[in-house]
Protein backbone atom coordinates (compact mmCIF):
# COMPACT_ATOMS: atom_id res chain seq x y z
CA UNK A 1 0.00 0.00 0.00
CA UNK A 2 1.86 3.28 -0.62
CA UNK A 3 -0.32 6.19 0.52
CA UNK A 4 -0.28 9.50 -1.21
CA UNK A 5 1.54 12.33 0.58
CA UNK A 6 1.11 16.22 -0.15
CA UNK A 7 3.68 18.62 0.77
CA UNK A 8 1.47 21.31 1.84
CA UNK A 9 4.45 23.95 2.49
CA UNK A 10 4.60 26.54 -0.12
CA UNK A 11 7.95 27.74 -1.28
CA UNK A 12 8.57 31.69 -1.37
CA UNK A 13 11.13 34.29 -1.96
CA UNK A 14 11.88 33.14 -5.85
CA UNK A 15 11.01 35.34 -8.73
CA UNK A 16 9.03 32.67 -10.97
CA UNK A 17 6.48 32.66 -7.58
CA UNK A 18 2.83 32.28 -8.36
CA UNK A 19 -0.63 32.76 -6.76
CA UNK A 20 -3.56 30.86 -8.44
CA UNK A 21 -7.32 31.05 -8.68
CA UNK A 22 -9.25 27.67 -8.91
CA UNK A 23 -12.89 28.11 -10.48
CA UNK A 24 -15.01 25.27 -9.16
CA UNK A 25 -15.71 23.20 -6.55
CA UNK A 26 -15.84 19.72 -5.95
CA UNK A 27 -13.42 16.59 -6.18
CA UNK A 28 -12.13 17.26 -9.63
CA UNK A 29 -11.30 21.06 -8.10
CA UNK A 30 -10.22 19.68 -4.53
CA UNK A 31 -7.69 17.13 -6.96
CA UNK A 32 -6.48 20.07 -8.76
CA UNK A 33 -5.58 22.21 -5.74
CA UNK A 34 -4.02 19.63 -3.93
CA UNK A 35 -1.85 18.80 -7.03
CA UNK A 36 -0.78 22.34 -7.16
CA UNK A 37 0.14 22.73 -3.48
CA UNK A 38 2.76 20.26 -4.42
CA UNK A 39 4.55 22.85 -6.62
CA UNK A 40 7.23 24.51 -5.62
CA UNK A 41 6.51 27.67 -7.86
CA UNK A 42 2.68 28.26 -6.28
CA UNK A 43 2.90 30.59 -3.38
CA UNK A 44 -0.78 30.92 -2.82
CA UNK A 45 -3.82 28.97 -4.18
CA UNK A 46 -7.29 30.03 -3.65
CA UNK A 47 -10.81 28.35 -4.94
CA UNK A 48 -14.59 29.90 -5.74
CA UNK A 49 -16.31 28.90 -4.43
CA UNK A 50 -14.48 25.20 -3.04
CA UNK A 51 -15.99 23.56 -0.12
CA UNK A 52 -15.33 22.37 3.47
CA UNK A 53 -12.66 19.65 1.88
CA UNK A 54 -10.85 22.13 -0.30
CA UNK A 55 -10.69 25.11 2.29
CA UNK A 56 -7.86 23.14 3.97
CA UNK A 57 -5.65 23.45 1.23
CA UNK A 58 -7.12 27.16 -0.84
CA UNK A 59 -8.36 30.09 0.27
CA UNK A 60 -12.18 29.59 -0.16
CA UNK A 61 -14.27 32.29 -1.73
CA UNK A 62 -18.22 32.65 -2.26
CA UNK A 63 -18.27 32.99 -5.94
CA UNK A 64 -20.23 30.84 -8.29
CA UNK A 65 -18.26 29.21 -11.13
CA UNK A 66 -20.94 30.79 -13.06
CA UNK A 67 -20.51 34.58 -11.97
CA UNK A 68 -18.17 35.37 -14.84
CA UNK A 69 -18.04 39.21 -13.25
CA UNK A 70 -17.90 37.90 -9.87
CA UNK A 71 -15.21 35.71 -10.83
CA UNK A 72 -13.28 38.77 -12.73
CA UNK A 73 -13.77 40.90 -10.29
CA UNK A 74 -11.81 38.48 -7.65
CA UNK A 75 -9.06 37.74 -9.80
CA UNK A 76 -8.24 41.35 -9.92
CA UNK A 77 -8.48 41.49 -5.87
CA UNK A 78 -6.75 38.89 -5.51
CA UNK A 79 -4.09 40.03 -8.01
CA UNK A 80 -3.38 36.26 -9.06
CA UNK A 81 -1.47 34.94 -12.33
CA UNK A 82 -2.98 32.36 -12.86
CA UNK A 83 -6.55 31.17 -13.37
CA UNK A 84 -7.61 27.81 -13.61
CA UNK A 85 -11.01 27.33 -15.10
CA UNK A 86 -12.24 23.62 -13.94
CA UNK A 87 -16.25 23.25 -14.96
CA UNK A 88 -17.82 23.20 -18.08
CA UNK A 89 -20.25 25.74 -17.78
CA UNK A 90 -18.16 28.51 -17.00
CA UNK A 91 -15.54 27.73 -19.74
CA UNK A 92 -18.30 27.30 -22.44
CA UNK A 93 -19.89 30.71 -21.21
CA UNK A 94 -16.68 32.11 -22.19
CA UNK A 95 -14.51 32.78 -18.67
CA UNK A 96 -11.45 32.29 -20.00
CA UNK A 97 -11.28 34.58 -22.94
CA UNK A 98 -12.77 36.90 -20.55
CA UNK A 99 -9.97 36.59 -17.96
CA UNK A 100 -7.27 36.85 -20.73
CA UNK A 101 -8.98 39.80 -21.89
CA UNK A 102 -8.03 41.37 -18.07
CA UNK A 103 -4.67 39.95 -18.96
CA UNK A 104 -4.22 36.67 -16.57
CA UNK A 105 -2.80 33.35 -17.30
CA UNK A 106 -5.61 30.98 -17.75
CA UNK A 107 -5.87 27.29 -18.11
CA UNK A 108 -9.20 26.41 -20.02
CA UNK A 109 -10.20 26.68 -23.82
CA UNK A 110 -11.60 30.05 -25.11
CA UNK A 111 -15.33 30.18 -25.71
CA UNK A 112 -14.88 28.91 -29.23
CA UNK A 113 -12.78 26.17 -28.56
CA UNK A 114 -15.43 24.94 -25.28
CA UNK A 115 -18.01 24.13 -27.73
CA UNK A 116 -16.85 21.07 -28.80
CA UNK A 117 -18.42 20.12 -24.87
CA UNK A 118 -21.02 23.02 -25.42
CA UNK A 119 -23.07 21.41 -28.01
CA UNK A 120 -23.45 17.67 -29.34
CA UNK A 121 -24.39 19.03 -33.09
CA UNK A 122 -21.10 20.67 -33.46
CA UNK A 123 -18.72 18.11 -32.21
CA UNK A 124 -20.58 15.05 -33.87
CA UNK A 125 -20.90 17.31 -37.54
CA UNK A 126 -16.90 18.08 -36.85
CA UNK A 127 -16.14 14.15 -36.65
CA UNK A 128 -17.99 13.81 -39.56
CA UNK A 129 -16.49 16.33 -41.60
CA UNK A 130 -12.72 15.60 -40.56
CA UNK A 131 -13.35 11.56 -40.43
CA UNK A 132 -13.19 11.44 -37.09
CA UNK A 133 -14.88 7.85 -35.98
CA UNK A 134 -17.99 8.04 -33.90
CA UNK A 135 -21.19 6.77 -33.63
CA UNK A 136 -23.54 7.63 -37.13
CA UNK A 137 -26.60 10.05 -36.45
CA UNK A 138 -28.63 12.64 -37.05
CA UNK A 139 -29.98 15.90 -36.05
CA UNK A 140 -33.14 17.31 -35.34
CA UNK A 141 -34.53 20.37 -34.10
CA UNK A 142 -38.74 19.26 -34.43
CA UNK A 143 -40.00 16.51 -31.99
CA UNK A 144 -42.00 14.50 -35.17
CA UNK A 145 -39.64 14.59 -37.81
CA UNK A 146 -37.30 13.08 -34.83
CA UNK A 147 -39.67 10.45 -33.75
CA UNK A 148 -40.35 9.71 -37.43
CA UNK A 149 -37.13 9.21 -38.01
CA UNK A 150 -36.59 6.47 -34.93
CA UNK A 151 -39.58 4.73 -36.08
CA UNK A 152 -37.92 4.54 -39.54
CA UNK A 153 -35.04 2.86 -38.17
CA UNK A 154 -36.63 0.76 -35.89
CA UNK A 155 -33.14 -0.60 -34.16
CA UNK A 156 -33.02 -0.73 -30.53
CA UNK A 157 -31.31 0.65 -28.22
CA UNK A 158 -31.22 3.89 -29.55
CA UNK A 159 -29.37 6.89 -28.39
CA UNK A 160 -30.73 10.38 -27.82
CA UNK A 161 -29.05 13.50 -26.59
CA UNK A 162 -29.88 17.02 -26.13
CA UNK A 163 -27.40 19.56 -28.07
CA UNK A 164 -26.66 21.54 -25.25
CA UNK A 165 -24.66 21.38 -21.82
CA UNK A 166 -27.56 19.10 -19.16
CA UNK A 167 -25.67 17.85 -16.36
CA UNK A 168 -24.06 15.18 -17.67
CA UNK A 169 -27.65 13.94 -18.13
CA UNK A 170 -28.56 14.92 -21.18
CA UNK A 171 -27.90 11.44 -22.56
CA UNK A 172 -31.21 8.72 -22.88
CA UNK A 173 -30.39 5.53 -23.92
CA UNK A 174 -33.90 4.32 -25.15
CA UNK A 175 -34.80 0.51 -25.00
CA UNK A 176 -37.61 0.63 -27.51
CA UNK A 177 -39.79 3.11 -29.49
CA UNK A 178 -41.99 4.14 -26.32
CA UNK A 179 -38.76 5.36 -24.58
CA UNK A 180 -37.10 7.11 -27.42
CA UNK A 181 -40.46 8.79 -28.03
CA UNK A 182 -40.68 10.06 -24.52
CA UNK A 183 -37.70 10.76 -24.12
CA UNK A 184 -37.53 13.03 -27.75
CA UNK A 185 -40.91 14.99 -26.10
CA UNK A 186 -39.19 15.32 -22.41
CA UNK A 187 -36.45 16.89 -24.16
CA UNK A 188 -37.86 19.11 -27.15
CA UNK A 189 -41.32 19.83 -25.72
CA UNK A 190 -40.99 19.18 -22.05
CA UNK A 191 -37.54 20.97 -21.91
CA UNK A 192 -36.32 19.06 -19.04
CA UNK A 193 -33.09 20.26 -20.00
CA UNK A 194 -34.21 23.60 -20.87
CA UNK A 195 -32.79 25.08 -23.92
CA UNK A 196 -30.28 22.64 -24.38
CA UNK A 197 -33.09 20.34 -25.67
CA UNK A 198 -34.10 22.23 -28.06
CA UNK A 199 -31.87 20.37 -30.93
CA UNK A 200 -31.36 16.73 -30.51
CA UNK A 201 -28.98 14.51 -31.52
CA UNK A 202 -30.36 10.60 -32.43
CA UNK A 203 -27.13 8.29 -32.56
CA UNK A 204 -26.39 4.60 -33.26
CA UNK A 205 -26.29 2.33 -29.77
CA UNK A 206 -22.14 1.30 -30.00
CA UNK A 207 -20.97 -1.55 -27.95
CA UNK A 208 -17.52 -1.70 -25.94
CA UNK A 209 -15.38 -1.47 -22.95
CA UNK A 210 -15.35 2.36 -22.50
CA UNK A 211 -12.01 4.23 -21.88
CA UNK A 212 -12.10 8.37 -20.45
CA UNK A 213 -7.94 9.59 -21.98
CA UNK A 214 -7.59 13.06 -21.02
CA UNK A 215 -4.99 15.08 -23.00
CA UNK A 216 -3.19 17.80 -22.51
CA UNK A 217 -3.27 20.06 -25.69
CA UNK A 218 -1.44 23.87 -26.40
CA UNK A 219 -3.40 23.26 -29.73
CA UNK A 220 -0.50 21.96 -31.71
CA UNK A 221 0.87 19.09 -29.46
CA UNK A 222 -0.80 16.25 -27.76
CA UNK A 223 0.64 14.88 -24.14
CA UNK A 224 -1.43 12.31 -23.13
CA UNK A 225 -2.53 11.73 -18.96
CA UNK A 226 -2.66 8.24 -18.05
CA UNK A 227 -5.95 7.10 -18.91
CA UNK A 228 -8.85 5.92 -16.48
CA UNK A 229 -12.31 4.33 -16.10
CA UNK A 230 -15.30 5.92 -15.13
CA UNK A 231 -18.66 3.99 -13.04
CA UNK A 232 -21.42 6.02 -13.97
CA UNK A 233 -24.49 4.46 -12.88
CA UNK A 234 -25.05 4.57 -8.99
CA UNK A 235 -25.37 0.88 -7.99
CA UNK A 236 -23.06 -2.09 -8.13
CA UNK A 237 -23.21 -4.24 -10.82
CA UNK A 238 -23.77 -0.67 -12.82
CA UNK A 239 -27.77 -1.06 -12.01
CA UNK A 240 -29.17 2.22 -11.46
CA UNK A 241 -29.59 5.62 -12.80
CA UNK A 242 -26.53 7.86 -13.95
CA UNK A 243 -24.38 9.85 -11.60
CA UNK A 244 -21.75 12.65 -12.38
CA UNK A 245 -19.46 9.10 -11.48
CA UNK A 246 -19.13 6.43 -8.50
CA UNK A 247 -15.56 5.82 -8.87
CA UNK A 248 -12.93 5.76 -11.08
CA UNK A 249 -9.63 3.46 -11.69
CA UNK A 250 -6.67 4.45 -13.44
CA UNK A 251 -4.85 3.27 -15.95
CA UNK A 252 -7.50 1.27 -17.96
CA UNK A 253 -6.38 -2.22 -18.76
CA UNK A 254 -8.53 -2.19 -21.96
CA UNK A 255 -6.37 0.78 -23.16
CA UNK A 256 -3.28 -0.98 -24.31
CA UNK A 257 -0.39 0.54 -25.55
CA UNK A 258 -1.53 -0.43 -29.15
CA UNK A 259 -5.17 1.30 -28.66
CA UNK A 260 -3.15 3.74 -27.67
CA UNK A 261 -1.11 4.52 -30.63
CA UNK A 262 -4.79 4.14 -32.84
CA UNK A 263 -6.25 6.60 -30.58
CA UNK A 264 -3.63 9.44 -31.15
CA UNK A 265 -3.50 8.78 -34.82
CA UNK A 266 -7.26 8.66 -35.59
CA UNK A 267 -8.54 10.59 -33.13
CA UNK A 268 -6.49 12.47 -30.76
CA UNK A 269 -4.74 14.12 -33.52
CA UNK A 270 -7.06 14.31 -35.73
CA UNK A 271 -9.51 16.27 -33.15
CA UNK A 272 -6.91 18.97 -32.60
CA UNK A 273 -6.04 19.53 -36.39
CA UNK A 274 -9.88 19.81 -37.12
CA UNK A 275 -9.86 22.65 -34.42
CA UNK A 276 -7.11 24.82 -35.37
CA UNK A 277 -8.58 24.27 -38.89
CA UNK A 278 -12.23 25.47 -38.10
CA UNK A 279 -9.82 28.63 -35.70
CA UNK A 280 -11.12 27.04 -32.95
CA UNK A 281 -7.65 26.36 -31.35
CA UNK A 282 -7.83 24.09 -28.18
CA UNK A 283 -5.41 24.76 -25.25
CA UNK A 284 -6.15 23.20 -22.13
CA UNK A 285 -7.57 19.56 -20.98
CA UNK A 286 -9.42 17.72 -23.52
CA UNK A 287 -11.29 14.68 -22.42
CA UNK A 288 -12.45 11.84 -24.94
CA UNK A 289 -14.94 9.54 -23.88
CA UNK A 290 -13.85 6.57 -25.94
CA UNK A 291 -15.87 3.56 -26.62
CA UNK A 292 -13.08 0.34 -27.95
CA UNK A 293 -15.91 -0.76 -30.37
CA UNK A 294 -15.49 -3.87 -32.35
CA UNK A 295 -15.00 -1.68 -35.48
CA UNK A 296 -12.24 -0.01 -33.44
CA UNK A 297 -11.95 3.08 -30.68
CA UNK A 298 -14.83 5.54 -31.21
CA UNK A 299 -15.71 8.66 -29.84
CA UNK A 300 -18.52 8.73 -27.47
CA UNK A 301 -17.96 12.06 -26.40
CA UNK A 302 -15.88 15.57 -25.65
CA UNK A 303 -15.58 17.12 -22.68
CA UNK A 304 -13.09 20.69 -22.86
CA UNK A 305 -11.78 20.04 -19.25
CA UNK A 306 -11.04 17.54 -16.61
CA UNK A 307 -13.24 14.59 -16.19
CA UNK A 308 -14.91 14.05 -12.87
CA UNK A 309 -14.21 11.93 -11.07
CA UNK A 310 -11.19 10.84 -13.12
CA UNK A 311 -9.19 14.11 -12.21
CA UNK A 312 -9.05 12.13 -8.91
CA UNK A 313 -7.26 9.10 -10.63
CA UNK A 314 -5.39 10.71 -13.10
CA UNK A 315 -3.87 13.75 -10.94
CA UNK A 316 -2.21 11.68 -7.99
CA UNK A 317 -0.06 9.89 -10.55
CA UNK A 318 1.14 12.87 -12.05
CA UNK A 319 4.79 14.07 -11.43
CA UNK A 320 5.95 16.53 -13.50
CA UNK A 321 4.72 20.05 -11.85
CA UNK A 322 1.03 20.95 -13.22
CA UNK A 323 2.38 24.47 -12.92
CA UNK A 324 4.98 23.70 -15.33
CA UNK A 325 2.41 22.49 -17.67
CA UNK A 326 -0.03 24.70 -17.28
CA UNK A 327 2.84 27.22 -19.11
CA UNK A 328 3.58 25.33 -21.30
CA UNK A 329 0.32 24.68 -22.68
CA UNK A 330 -0.67 28.92 -22.48
CA UNK A 331 3.17 29.41 -24.15
CA UNK A 332 2.26 26.52 -26.79
CA UNK A 333 5.61 24.80 -25.75
CA UNK A 334 4.26 21.69 -24.66
CA UNK A 335 6.51 19.84 -27.31
CA UNK A 336 9.24 20.50 -25.06
CA UNK A 337 8.18 19.16 -21.90
CA UNK A 338 8.64 16.01 -20.66
CA UNK A 339 6.05 14.59 -18.82
CA UNK A 340 6.36 11.85 -16.19
CA UNK A 341 4.14 9.75 -14.67
CA UNK A 342 3.78 7.14 -11.66
CA UNK A 343 4.04 3.62 -11.88
CA UNK A 344 1.24 1.42 -10.35
CA UNK A 345 -2.82 2.48 -10.00
CA UNK A 346 -4.93 4.40 -8.25
CA UNK A 347 -8.25 3.91 -7.22
CA UNK A 348 -11.24 6.71 -6.22
CA UNK A 349 -14.23 5.41 -4.41
CA UNK A 350 -16.85 7.91 -4.16
CA UNK A 351 -19.44 8.26 -1.18
CA UNK A 352 -22.39 9.18 -1.88
CA UNK A 353 -25.67 11.13 0.00
CA UNK A 354 -28.39 8.27 0.06
CA UNK A 355 -30.71 8.96 -2.85
CA UNK A 356 -28.11 10.41 -4.84
CA UNK A 357 -28.69 10.62 -7.99
CA UNK A 358 -32.38 11.53 -7.41
CA UNK A 359 -33.25 13.43 -4.00
CA UNK A 360 -31.20 13.74 -0.71
CA UNK A 361 -30.68 14.78 2.45
CA UNK A 362 -27.89 17.21 3.45
CA UNK A 363 -25.68 18.59 6.64
CA UNK A 364 -25.47 15.43 7.83
CA UNK A 365 -21.98 15.24 10.26
CA UNK A 366 -19.06 13.38 8.23
CA UNK A 367 -17.18 11.41 11.10
CA UNK A 368 -13.80 9.73 10.91
CA UNK A 369 -12.05 12.43 8.81
CA UNK A 370 -8.74 14.33 10.69
CA UNK A 371 -9.06 18.43 10.86
CA UNK A 372 -7.59 18.48 6.95
CA UNK A 373 -10.68 16.51 6.30
CA UNK A 374 -8.26 13.66 5.66
CA UNK A 375 -7.78 9.88 5.88
CA UNK A 376 -4.17 8.48 7.19
CA UNK A 377 -3.97 6.11 4.54
CA UNK A 378 -6.11 7.32 1.69
CA UNK A 379 -6.68 11.00 0.09
CA UNK A 380 -9.84 12.57 0.64
CA UNK A 381 -11.27 14.58 -2.10
CA UNK A 382 -14.22 16.45 -0.96
CA UNK A 383 -17.05 16.70 -3.67
CA UNK A 384 -19.71 18.30 -1.65
CA UNK A 385 -19.13 19.24 1.89
CA UNK A 386 -18.59 22.09 3.96
CA UNK A 387 -16.92 22.58 7.54
CA UNK A 388 -18.75 24.49 10.66
CA UNK A 389 -17.18 24.49 13.65
CA UNK A 390 -14.55 22.22 13.22
CA UNK A 391 -16.92 20.01 11.71
CA UNK A 392 -17.57 18.00 8.16
CA UNK A 393 -20.94 18.22 7.20
CA UNK A 394 -22.14 16.66 4.03
CA UNK A 395 -23.38 19.31 1.50
CA UNK A 396 -23.88 17.37 -2.06
CA UNK A 397 -25.21 14.13 -3.72
CA UNK A 398 -21.66 13.21 -4.26
CA UNK A 399 -19.71 13.58 -0.78
CA UNK A 400 -16.34 12.13 -0.86
CA UNK A 401 -13.89 10.57 -3.15
CA UNK A 402 -11.88 8.54 -1.35
CA UNK A 403 -8.37 7.76 -3.41
CA UNK A 404 -5.22 5.62 -3.05
CA UNK A 405 -2.51 4.60 -4.81
CA UNK A 406 -0.67 1.27 -5.10
CA UNK A 407 1.97 -0.59 -6.95
CA UNK A 408 -1.13 -2.73 -8.51
CA UNK A 409 -4.82 -2.34 -8.92
CA UNK A 410 -5.84 -4.48 -6.13
CA UNK A 411 -3.66 -2.65 -4.10
CA UNK A 412 -4.79 0.40 -4.34
CA UNK A 413 -8.56 -0.84 -4.27
CA UNK A 414 -8.18 -2.32 -0.95
CA UNK A 415 -6.32 0.63 0.53
CA UNK A 416 -9.56 3.10 -0.72
CA UNK A 417 -11.96 0.53 0.47
CA UNK A 418 -9.92 -0.31 3.69
CA UNK A 419 -9.84 3.85 4.39
CA UNK A 420 -14.02 3.98 2.93
CA UNK A 421 -14.10 1.95 6.25
CA UNK A 422 -13.16 4.45 8.35
CA UNK A 423 -15.79 7.20 7.49
CA UNK A 424 -19.81 7.76 8.12
CA UNK A 425 -22.16 10.16 7.99
CA UNK A 426 -26.62 8.73 7.82
CA UNK A 427 -27.33 7.03 4.82
CA UNK A 428 -23.97 7.01 3.22
CA UNK A 429 -23.99 5.07 0.02
CA UNK A 430 -20.91 3.85 -2.09
CA UNK A 431 -20.48 1.13 -4.41
CA UNK A 432 -18.60 -1.96 -3.51
CA UNK A 433 -17.37 -2.84 -6.69
CA UNK A 434 -15.50 -0.31 -8.36
CA UNK A 435 -12.55 -1.56 -10.34
CA UNK A 436 -13.76 -5.03 -10.67
CA UNK A 437 -14.13 -4.56 -14.18
CA UNK A 438 -10.97 -3.67 -14.84
CA UNK A 439 -9.66 -6.51 -12.88
CA UNK A 440 -11.92 -8.91 -15.07
CA UNK A 441 -9.97 -7.02 -18.38
CA UNK A 442 -6.59 -8.12 -17.01
CA UNK A 443 -7.54 -11.64 -16.28
CA UNK A 444 -9.05 -12.11 -19.49
P1 LIG B 1 -22.29 11.03 -21.97
O1 LIG B 1 -23.14 11.88 -21.07
O2 LIG B 1 -22.15 11.53 -23.37
O3 LIG B 1 -21.00 10.63 -21.30
O4 LIG B 1 -23.05 9.66 -22.09
C1 LIG B 1 -23.35 8.93 -20.95
C2 LIG B 1 -23.15 7.48 -21.21
O5 LIG B 1 -24.08 7.04 -22.18
C3 LIG B 1 -21.79 7.12 -21.79
O6 LIG B 1 -20.79 6.99 -20.86
C4 LIG B 1 -22.11 5.80 -22.47
O7 LIG B 1 -22.09 4.77 -21.51
C5 LIG B 1 -23.51 6.00 -22.94
N1 LIG B 1 -23.52 6.35 -24.36
C6 LIG B 1 -23.44 7.58 -24.92
N2 LIG B 1 -23.48 7.51 -26.25
C7 LIG B 1 -23.59 6.19 -26.56
C8 LIG B 1 -23.67 5.45 -27.79
N3 LIG B 1 -23.68 6.06 -28.98
N4 LIG B 1 -23.77 4.11 -27.71
C9 LIG B 1 -23.79 3.48 -26.52
N5 LIG B 1 -23.72 4.11 -25.33
C10 LIG B 1 -23.62 5.46 -25.35
N1 LIG C 1 -16.86 11.73 -15.52
C1 LIG C 1 -17.45 12.27 -16.67
C2 LIG C 1 -17.39 13.74 -16.78
O1 LIG C 1 -16.65 14.42 -16.09
O2 LIG C 1 -18.12 14.28 -17.59
Known amino acids: MRPLTYHHTLASGKDDLMKVLVVGGGGREHAIVMKLAESPKVTALHCAPGNGGIAQYAQCHAVKATDLDGIRKLAKELAVDWVFVAPDDPLVMGLADLLREDGFRVFGPSK ?6 GSKVFSKQLMQQYGIPTAAYAVFTEPDAAIAYIQKQNTYPTVIKADGL ?10 NEQEAVEAVRSMMEDKIFGESGSRLVVEEFLTGPE ?30 KNTGGMGTVSPNPYYTEEIAKECMETIFLPTIRAMAAENRSFRGCLYFGLMLTPNGPK ?10 PETQV ?8 LLDIMEAVENQTLAELPMQWKAGACACVIAASGGYPGSYASGKEITGLNAKGQLNNAAVYHAGTKREDGKFYT ?11 GDTLPQALDAAYAAMGDVQFEAMHYRKDIGQRALAAKQS
Request: with cysteine; charged share 20%; hydrophobic share 50%.
Open 211 to 240: VSVLVFTDGVTVAPMISSMDHKRALDGDQG
Open 395 to 405: AGGRVLGVTAT
Open 314 to 321: VLPMLETD
Open 112 to 117: AAAIIE
Open 166 to 175: ALGKGVILAE
Open 299 to 308: VIEYNCRFGD
